[in-house]
């Protein structure tokens, strides 16, 4: 098990050393097969551990932080959970890889690329791999530094480059509540070991575990696109569209829900806390769904869905479930990756074109790209039987069976969410693919990256079998779980989970109906026209997030531009360089005016000498009168 | 009696050295400077030094005042119209750094009054040359390589190019 | 000797004073400017002598001998100085050497 652990975290890593340091000099085939097979290769070996997989447990790898009773060592745990998001990321990002391959054919700076994304999955492993909370840290950092790199990725363009920063200082918000949940944390219980610290929840007080919680909530608020640090994430879509893909399905977003799951032992006792995730996750499937309703960019439309789909998860662990939340982020990592590497498809071949309201017809011309991306979007809006529809509806049972006024109406919300999924997902797909007014360029490299997309369809259409509902024959991830501590969610008559699920897919067939009669057919070229003129007051509100930017922007930008040129005009160049500025000058000043005594005439030397013996001969003459 | 002689010997040391100083030639400022030095010889004398004052007739007054007329004559600086005199106002200054020395020295010394020495009778030749040659053996030999290199020194910049 | 030793040391310093006035006045003339230090010197072993003759002691004239010594290697070097600075400028106005100037 140690070598399989330390080899899945070794293979990304020198994968990227190797690229970083040699990629330069090394053709590029080789550079692109490293890359991939650093990936693969950790993917195997997380395939093997799980078939080796008995029961959880620890690793350690070596020291790492010790220092009087600091002790934060390289180990690794593994359990149920970590180990299915290893192989999920493994499988997700190897196919990720194989796919940039094509679409960064034409791309110069290779090395780069391929250097950041192997030590992004690097980051990410060792992320859900730590067994302590520093090497957690260290991972969660790795991550924020390597989608920084890789938003920017372009970094000429300085949207990009804005768009990196963005991306990189939100996070930050989130990362500094982590970083003094963790130094709070260990200040309480002097451990910094996962384990021990969620077996010890029962032994600190309350209100302390609320106070942590919510600590760690807006960390995971960050790194996970919540209300109200999401706005990074749409602008994060200015890097490669792979990269993109990457963040959203397998790494970095899920970065968060991990962490609550995680950490659920501790904080789910705590009623304040996981009613705070429950309504964090829920307004913020409502803001995602609602924003994706408007948007032209399909790449953003995909950015809010995450952050949407996001926000289901959230609610999943606010209601307990972490069997569901993590069900859910697996279907969701398989048919994110699945809609985004559709939408590089569809973008590769309009010749960069994002806007939805220009594409069409590509049905015919990429029917394989076309069939794939239905089965995204179909397991986005939940249509029954697919992979999506029923890791939602395991979140909305939970939801459900939890009760209490708070619950159900976040499973109100969470339903209306799911509505509107299914009418922005077929919105998008009819707009893309129907019609007729696109002029797709078909290229050789589009032809084999269409073909990543097949296995991720088919584990996006049938990742349901991961964890059936019990009246189907019961779940695998629900007995992996068990054991899992807080795993076992309530568990519901058959009844009422027929029921639940009967409402949740008739609520996404109404989804569709509605996007097919606003979208499909000839209302289509209605709607292109309209698209054309100018947008209402709604329209423009859900396309600019809720405006959230600008409210960002008055409200913590704007005064600290103002405070920064306060501090720049008057104390940096005002105080500080003047006053230093006014000294050089006056000791440049004082020394040309010494420097003019040096006349180069011995006779004023010598008289000055003298004088100055003279004086010094008065002043004691006239101490001793 | 000998009081007399060195306040005697005092006025013309000064007068002396007042006329070297003011002297309109180079020439007549050494004889002047000469003769200063000869009451100034004698008032060692007078002080208990004879050897110092036998060494100040024959190196002061004779050698290096020499070979000051050496160098004035070589230079051709006897012509007194060649000479620029110090106007009166360059003579402002020295004087009142003058002023200054002399009325600090005078306040200095007058203010700390040793007692009056006891019987002295000069210092003897032998008693002088066993405390130079015992006790300041290594500033002898300090002086002498300092002599050798003016010597060298002297040598170098007075060679022909 | 019955002078008392602060009429030696007022002697000295009058001398003294001399030598400096002229060093400072006779700018024009970097002979006069030795001669000047040369009274100088006088006065200091003037003050030697004295303080030898005031405590009974021979280092007072020891040193005095010694700086005749110094005396004779400055001026040996300073006057050949004289001679090379003449030489290339023709002129012995210190005011005319002022190239190190600041």
């Known amino acids: 098990m140690k070598i399989y652990l330390s080899l899945m975290l070794l293979f990304p890593l020198f994968g990227a050393a190797i690229s970083s340091l040699f990629g330069r000099k090394l053709p590029r085939r080789l550079v692109e097969t490293i890359a991939c097979a650093a990936v693969w290769g950790s993917f195997v070996c997380a395939f093997l551990a799980a078939c080796t997989y008995r029961a959880p447990e ?25 180990l299915s998001l290893a192989v999920m990321i493994g499988f997700v990002c190897g196919l990720i890889h194989v796919y940039s391959v094509f679409y960064m054919a034409k791309e110069l700076d290779y090395a780069r690329f391929f250097a950041l994304l192997n030590l992004f999955v690097f980051a990410m492993l060792t992320l859900i791999l730590a067994e302590n909370l520093p090497l957690l840290y260290l991972g969660w950092e790795g991550v924020g530094f390597c989608s920084y790199l890789l938003i920017g990725f372009w970094y000429t363009d300085k949207r990009n480059a804005d768009a990196g920063r963005k991306a990189f200082i939100t996070t930050r918000v989130g990362d500094t509540a982590l970083v003094i949940a963790v130094a709070w944390l260990f200040q309480l219980t002097g451990s910094l070991s996962i384990t021990q610290l969620n077996g010890m929840a029962f032994l600190l007080p309350g209100g302390v575990i609320t106070g942590i919680g919510l600590l760690l909530l807006v960390g995971a608020m960050g790194k996970s696109a919540q209300v109200p640090l999401m706005v990074w994430l749409p602008d994060a879509m200015a890097g490669p569209t792979p990269v993109s893909a990457m963040i959203h399905a397998a ?3 899920t970065a968060g829900v991990y962490l609550l ?9 705590s009623a304040t806390v996981t009613a705070a995730v429950a309504v964090t996750g829920g307004v913020t499937a409502f803001y995602g769904a609602s924003c994706a309703l408007a948007q032209r960019d399909l790449k953003r439309v995909l950015a809010f869905s995450t952050i949407s789909q996001i926000g289901y998860m959230m609610l999943g662990v606010g209601a307990g479930a972490i069997t569901a939340a993590t069900f859910h982020l697996l279907v ?23 806007d939805i309201f ?9 029917p394989l790209t076309f069939w794939c991306y239905l089965a995204g979007a179909a397991c986005l809006a939940g249509l029954p039987f697919t992979g999506g529809f029923f890791s939602k509806d395991s979140i909305l049972a939970a939801l459900w069976l939890k009760g209490g006024g708070l619950y159900r109406g976040l499973y109100l919300l ?5 509505l509107l999924t299914a009418f ?15 002029r797709p360029h078909v290229h050789a490299e589009l032809k084999a990256m269409q073909w990543v997309l097949i296995p991720l369809a088919l584990l996006g259409l049938f990742g349901g079998l991961l964890n059936l509902p019990d009246y189907l024959g019961g779940g695998f991830l629900n007995g992996f779980f068990a054991r899992l501590s807080g795993g076992a969610a309530a568990e519901a008559s058959h009844l009422e989970e027929l029921a639940l699920q009967g409402v949740a897919s008739v609520l996404a067939l109404a989804g569709l109906l509605a996007a097919h009669l606003r979208y499909g057919g000839k209302a289509r070229a209605q709607r292109l026209k309209e698209s054309a003129l100018s947008s209402s007051a709604l329209t423009m509100f859900l396309l600019n997030g809720w405006y959230f930017d600008r409210l960002y922007h008055a409200i913590l930008i704007r005064p600290y531009q103002a405070l920064s040129g306060v501090l720049w005009r008057r104390m940096d160049e005002g105080v500080i360089d003047d006053s230093l500025d006014r000294l050089a000058a006056g000791l440049g000043a004082s020394g040309s005016w010494l420097g003019g005594w040096t006349t180069g005439r011995i006779s004023v030397y010598i008289f000055s000498f003298a004088a100055g013996g003279a004086l010094i001969l008065g002043y004691l003459a006239w101490l001793t009168l | 009696m000998e009081a007399i002689l060195f306040y005697l010997l005092a006025a013309v040391t000064l007068i002396g050295t007042l006329c070297a100083i003011t002297a309109r030639q180079a020439v007549r400022a050494i004889v002047y400077l000469v003769t200063s030095f000869f009451a100034l010889a004698l008032i060692f004398y007078l002080l208990g030094a004879p050897l110092v004052a036998a060494f100040e007739v024959i190196i002061y007054a004779g050698a290096i005042m020499v070979l000051f007329l050496f160098v004035i004559m070589m230079l051709e600086l006897a012509h007194p119209e060649k000479l620029a005199k110090p106007r009166l106002s360059e003579w402002w200054p020295a004087l009142i750094l003058m002023l200054v020395v002399i009325g600090s020295v005078a306040v200095l010394a007058a203010a700390r009054q040793p007692a009056p020495p006891a019987a002295f009778h000069g210092i003897t030749v032998r008693e002088f040359s066993v405390t130079l040659f015992k006790r300041y053996g290594v500033a002898v030999e300090v002086i002498s390589m300092q002599l050798l290199f003016a010597l060298v020194g002297a040598l170098y910049l007075g060679r022909r190019r | 000797m019955t002078v008392p030793l602060y009429h030696v040391l007022i002697l000295a310093a009058t001398l003294f004073s001399l030598g400096l006035a002229c060093v400072v006045a006779w700018r024009a003339n970097v ?9 100088m010197l006088n006065a200091v072993m003037l003050t030697f002598v004295g303080g030898s003759a005031q405590w009974g002691i021979a280092d007072g004239q020891l040193f005095a001998l010694m700086l005749m010594a110094l005396t004779s290697a400055e001026v040996s070097l300073a006057l050949a100085m004289v001679v090379y600075l003449h030489r290339r400028k023709r002129s012995v106005n210190t005011d005319d050497f002022d190239s190190m100037n600041g």
């Not at chain 1, 969701?332 to 939408?343: I, N, P, S």
Request: net charge positive.
């Open chain 1, 58 to 82: 620890k690793v350690t790898l070596g020291d790492w932080l010790s220092a009087f009773d600091l002790l934060a060592p390289l180990s690794l745990y593994l359990d149920p959970l970590s």
């Open chain 1, 251 to 253: 790494t970095m977003v």
């Open chain 3, 31 to 39: 002979i006069m400017m030795l001669i000047g230090i040369e009274i």
């Open chain 1, 424 to 438: 922005y997902s077929f919105r998008m797909v009819y707009l893309v693919f129907c019609g007729e007014n696109g």
């Open chain 1, 414 to 418: 969470a339903l209306l969410t799911a």
């Open chain 1, 261 to 269: 799951a995680r950490m659920f032992p501790l904080i789910g006792g």
């Open chain 1, 358 to 366: 220009k594409m069409g017809g590509l049905r015919r011309t990429l």
């Open chain 1, 332 to 354: 969701h990592a398989f048919f994110k990756a699945l809609l985004f590497l559709g939408a590089g498809c569809v973008i590769s071949a309009m010749h960069h074109e994002q």
